[in-house]
């Protein structure tokens, strides 16, 4: 049973640039959230995605956008990146109501 | 505002010895706390934790949560040097009926010695 794969593994950009990150979530899981975890932080709560609408987000600009596909995968889109975007992009999945969310190995982005 | 404070930050011990580790919240609509231990990227998940004074346990490994006083501890006994890793505590909000957002602790950096 895979769980939450992540893609791609790791990214370099150039300050202004667009990127887009990619996640499917553990078999039978239909909500899905991003999470940034810069350098010595713990993780920051981006959004969720629920039934391919966003369900939630947090403190994030609008340079910050999702979508979630019907098959339940998910990507997460930075545009006019700034060097403070880079950070551990982490993927989460968890089924409806069920407790405790499955994490991805995340994607490292560094803008340079 | 939310916030979970975890503490120490950082934590050196030697093969053998017994951990604690701290968790504090003050967050609204509480569903329930995890915890979470992070070696390289994907934060694994040990255990969550509904309700006051019930132990989890999973090996060497032991959580209680206080929801009065509003913190938790992970207890590690007999420490290997296979449990040095980042352990991440996170509070998950609720949002209606079901799961909301995971807040999160700065992490205690565990550190074990041969």
């Known amino acids: 049973d895979a769980g939450v794969t992540q893609s791609p593994t790791h990214l370099i950009k150039t300050r202004g640039q667009q990127v887009t990150l990619r996640c499917s979530p553990k078999?039978?899981?239909?909500?899905v959230s991003w999470y940034q975890q810069a350098l010595g932080q713990g993780p920051q709560f981006i959004f969720q995605?629920?039934?391919?609408?966003?369900?939630q987000r947090g403190n994030f600009p609008d340079r910050f956008s999702g979508h979630q596909f019907p098959n339940y995968s998910s990507e997460l889109n930075v545009n006019a990146l700034l060097l403070g975007d880079s950070a551990l992009y982490l993927c989460?999945?968890?089924?409806?109501?069920?407790?405790?969310?499955?994490f991805g190995s995340g994607t490292r982005l560094t803008v340079v | 505002e939310d916030k979970v404070v975890q503490s120490p930050l950082s934590l050196v011990v030697h093969e053998g010895d017994t951990v604690t580790l701290n968790c504090s919240y003050e967050?609204?609509?509480?569903?329930?706390l995890l915890w979470y231990k992070q070696e390289k990227k994907a934060p694994t998940f040990l255990f969550m934790l509904?309700?006051?004074?019930i132990e989890k346990k999973s090996g060497r490994l032991s959580s209680i949560l206080d929801k009065k006083e509003l913190f938790s501890i992970l207890n590690i006994t007999a420490t290997q040097t296979g449990d040095s890793a980042i352990y991440l505590c996170?509070?998950?909000?609720?949002?209606?009926?079901?799961?909301?957002?995971?807040?999160f602790g700065k992490g205690t950096k565990l550190s074990v010695k041969p």
């Open positions: 989460a999945s968890i089924y409806r109501s069920n407790y405790g969310y499955t």
């Open positions: 996170a509070v998950e909000r609720r949002y209606g009926g079901s799961q909301g957002n995971l807040i």
């Open positions: 995605y629920y039934e391919e609408e966003e369900r």
């Open positions: 078999s039978g899981h239909d909500t």
């Open positions: 509904t309700s006051s004074g």
């Open positions: 967050v609204t609509n509480f569903r329930s």
